[in-house]
């Protein structure tokens, strides 16, 4: 593919075909970057920036030639390199006393090569204890007689992960556009009712503007109002105007009776958990 | 390969295989042993267990070999069962996850978003205790209202509800297309104008 | 009860049991029992299991015991499994490797460290339940934590997290200068030093 291309000759060694065939296995630009200077046999702590920013570059032109995605971080190291190169470049300068003492433009990069490369070793190191599943087995559990269980002993098995996943499927086949999951502020409507409630349940009842007054950002805002018009619609807050124009007021449902067993259950529900 | 070796790989298989193994099966897996090397290696076993009279026996059963626990305990391997991790039926946990995102809501709206009746399960976590009711919907019928309970915070480890990871959260772990529409970024001033490949 | 029925019906236990048995399990299951004589139990199982050098192997994992077939004949199990054993991506590696030595971590140390988009990797190792969801960290914008499950330290074989090999330190790689005196790597600039965590 590359011989076809005449654009080949951007590349200062050809490069070997095997190569090419991994160029797709790279994790990402900390791989590519400690290929380059395994391959060169470089010091990685005084890398040969010139040198190695052309080839990464040429690399990453590489995957655009074989029409390979080259993900955004690619194109962001690419940036960083040329910029660790420019600085590099840069005559010091003779007034500061301090010049010597400066970080050289390449310590971040290079701790975060190290870092990286830590990390590698570490996962190599890790797949090569006694796999469960493939170095070693353990028996199938069967279960004798479940009849026999009891249920109030029973320890319920469960990751938050699975929630989650049970509320997507759902989400999947459920009817169309019965709600959206909104939120602002990481706030979602759920919750937001929640406090809502809360506060209308505590005082009573609350100016309707009052639950907007601290709310900067408009998904906030439209995260609040849905929750109002869910309580509504549950019937657990009462909007009252007083008066034509006059301010609208969200009223715990039953407050007008007085406090009353029902609102306990309610109270008790609003501040969940 | 030495006897023991083999006789080692034998009771691995034994051990790992919830069915009774064969000889012929054994045989069969083990090509570049002796069939009667096998034979041999099986009844070293057999001894060896006989011996040992510990809490794993070696059984002879449907034409094959078994490990099984010692049958003398069956009542204490039956305890097991019961406090065995429960996993949560697929219905029990959307019904528990929908109350979760949803709360406060009613029987009906859970039964709308499933699609089923959940009559059954809303009153069996109920039961658990990992829902609770918030109180009754001012509407013809007072059907109740549920939401989550402090011990369904406590079995996630939640520390109040608004810990429950959003959905959007998890969404958002899976990037749409990060390829989609990349700007094309200059990479060296001099092949920038002679390189425009689409990618 | 003899100590040595004791023993047999540790023994039984562990052989029909797919998890590790945690010493509080064993003792939760025989309540007629000493804690302390069944931690004695457990102690002569893994001596008799070392002596009999055998297809099985008595190992401590994920704060527990279990018992598992002996490493070495791996390749023969696999010929009864029909070989659909555990494969694992570099991308996967890397990330599991991360979060194990940092958790708890979020996804944006996780990217920081590696130097690349991991959402998609974060999900399929909860997916398979070999991470999970510790709780939002305390910073704004409150991200997910991440830490490793017990299926990890069950499948990576070890004790607890603590047995983790030792990371290699990056202060021995680097020469005295030029980066002697570099400040400690920022992970996450704004919330590096808070560790804590809002579950």
Same mark, same amino acid.
């Given at each position: 593919?590359?011989?076809?291309? /005449?654009?080949? #000759?951007?590349?200062?060694?050809?490069?070997?075909?095997?190569?090419?065939?991994?160029?797709?296995?790279?994790?990402?630009?900390?791989?590519?970057?400690? !290929?380059?200077?395994?391959? +060169? =046999?470089?010091?990685?702590?005084?890398?040969?920036?010139?040198?190695?920013?052309?080839?990464?570059?040429?690399?990453?032109?590489?995957?655009?030639?074989?029409?390979?995605?080259?993900?955004?971080?690619?194109?962001?190291?690419?940036?960083?390199?040329?910029?660790?190169?420019?600085?590099?470049?840069?005559? /010091?300068?003779?007034?500061?006393?301090?010049?010597?003492?400066? *970080?050289?433009?390449?310590?971040?990069?290079?701790?975060?090569?190290?870092?990286?490369?830590?990390?590698?070793?570490?996962?190599?190191?890790?797949?090569?204890?006694?796999?469960?599943?493939?170095?070693?087995?353990?028996?199938?559990?069967?279960?004798?007689?479940?009849?026999?269980?009891?249920?109030?002993?029973?320890?319920?098995?469960?990751?938050?992960? *699975?929630?989650? *996943?049970?509320?997507?499927?759902?989400?999947?086949?459920?009817?169309?556009?019965? &709600? !959206?999951?909104?939120?602002?502020?990481?706030?979602?409507?759920? =919750?937001?009712?929640?406090?809502?409630?809360?506060?209308?349940?505590? #005082?009573?009842?609350?100016? &309707?503007?009052?639950?907007?007054?601290? #709310?900067?950002?408009?998904?906030?805002?439209?995260?609040?109002?849905?929750?109002?018009?869910?309580?509504?619609?549950?019937?657990?807050?009462?909007?009252?105007?007083?008066?034509?124009?006059?301010?609208?007021?969200?009223?715990? +449902?039953?407050?007008?009776?007085?406090?009353?067993?029902?609102? *306990?259950?309610?109270? =008790?529900?609003?501040?969940?958990? | 390969?030495?006897?023991?070796?083999?006789?080692?790989?034998?009771?691995?298989?034994?051990?790992?295989?919830?069915?009774?193994?064969?000889?012929?099966?054994?045989?069969?897996?083990?090509?570049?042993?002796?069939?009667?090397?096998?034979?041999?290696?099986?009844?070293?076993?057999?001894?060896?267990?006989?011996?040992?009279?510990?809490?794993?026996?070696?059984?002879?059963?449907?034409?094959? @070999?078994?490990?099984?626990?010692?049958?003398?305990?069956?009542?204490?391997?039956?305890?097991?069962? %019961?406090?065995?991790?429960?996993?949560?039926?697929?219905?029990?946990l959307e019904t528990l996850a929908i109350v979760a995102y949803r709360q406060p809501v009613?029987?009906?709206?859970?039964?709308?978003?499933?699609?089923?009746?959940?009559?059954?399960?809303?009153?069996?976590?109920?039961?658990?205790?990992?829902?609770?009711?918030?109180?009754?919907?001012?509407?013809?019928?007072?059907?109740?209202? @549920?939401?989550?309970?402090?011990?369904?915070?406590?079995?996630?480890?939640? %520390?109040?509800?608004?810990?429950?990871?959003?959905?959007?959260?998890?969404?958002? $772990?899976?990037?749409?297309?990060?390829?989609?529409?990349?700007?094309? $970024?200059?990479?060296?001033?001099?092949?920038?104008?002679?390189?425009?490949?689409?990618?």
């Amino acid at each position: 593919m590359v011989e076809q291309n /005449p654009q080949s #000759t951007l590349f200062s060694d050809p490069l070997e075909p095997a190569y090419l065939v991994n160029l797709e296995a790279f994790e990402g630009p900390l791989d590519l970057l400690l !290929h380059l200077i395994k391959k +060169n =046999e470089v010091d990685i702590y005084n890398i040969p920036i010139a040198a190695i920013t052309a080839q990464y570059l040429e690399y990453v032109e590489l995957m655009k030639e074989l029409n390979l995605d080259v993900a955004g971080e690619f194109l962001v190291m690419a940036a960083t390199l040329l910029q660790i190169k420019s600085r590099m470049l840069l005559p /010091p300068d003779p007034d500061d006393e301090e010049a010597a003492e400066v *970080e050289d433009p390449r310590a971040e990069l290079v701790r975060r090569l190290l870092e990286y490369q830590r990390y590698r070793e570490a996962a190599t190191t890790l797949v090569s204890r006694d796999l469960m599943g493939r170095d070693v087995f353990a028996r199938k559990f069967l279960a004798p007689d479940r009849a026999e269980q009891e249920p109030e002993q029973e320890q319920i098995d469960v990751e938050l992960f *699975e929630l989650v *996943e049970a509320f997507q499927r759902v989400l999947k086949r459920a009817p169309v556009a019965l &709600f !959206h999951e909104v939120e602002a502020d990481g706030i979602s409507i759920a =919750e937001r009712i929640s406090q809502v409630l809360d506060l209308v349940r505590v #005082t009573g009842s609350i100016a &309707f503007e009052k639950l907007f007054v601290e #709310t900067a950002t408009r998904p906030l805002l439209i995260v609040t109002f849905l929750s109002v018009l869910e309580l509504c619609r549950l019937k657990l807050i009462k909007i009252t105007q007083v008066q034509d124009l006059g301010a609208i007021w969200l009223v715990a +449902n039953g407050e007008g009776e007085g406090p009353g067993d029902d609102e *306990e259950l309610a109270l =008790e529900g609003a501040v969940v958990g | 390969m030495s006897g023991k070796s083999l006789k080692n790989i034998v009771e691995s298989l034994l051990f790992v295989y919830d069915q009774p193994l064969t000889l012929d099966r054994l045989a069969g897996l083990l090509e570049e042993f002796e069939r009667s090397d096998i034979r041999e290696a099986l009844n070293q076993l057999v001894a060896k267990y006989q011996e040992a009279d510990g809490g794993i026996v070696l059984v002879q059963v449907a034409g094959g @070999y078994q490990l099984r626990s010692r049958p003398e305990n069956a009542d204490y391997i039956r305890r097991l069962t %019961k406090g065995k991790g429960v996993k949560f039926s697929q219905s029990a946990l959307e019904t528990l996850a929908i109350v979760a995102y949803r709360q406060p809501v009613t029987r009906s709206e859970v039964e709308y978003l499933r699609g089923v009746d959940s009559g059954g399960v809303l009153k069996s976590l109920l039961e658990k205790r990992l829902l609770k009711i918030l109180g009754k919907k001012d509407v013809p019928g007072k059907p109740l209202i @549920y939401g989550t309970s402090r011990e369904f915070l406590e079995l996630f480890d939640l %520390k109040d509800i608004s810990a429950l990871p959003t959905l959007k959260e998890i969404e958002e $772990l899976v990037p749409p297309d990060p390829f989609a529409d990349q700007p094309q $970024l200059p990479l060296e001033p001099d092949a920038a104008e002679s390189e425009s490949i689409d990618n």
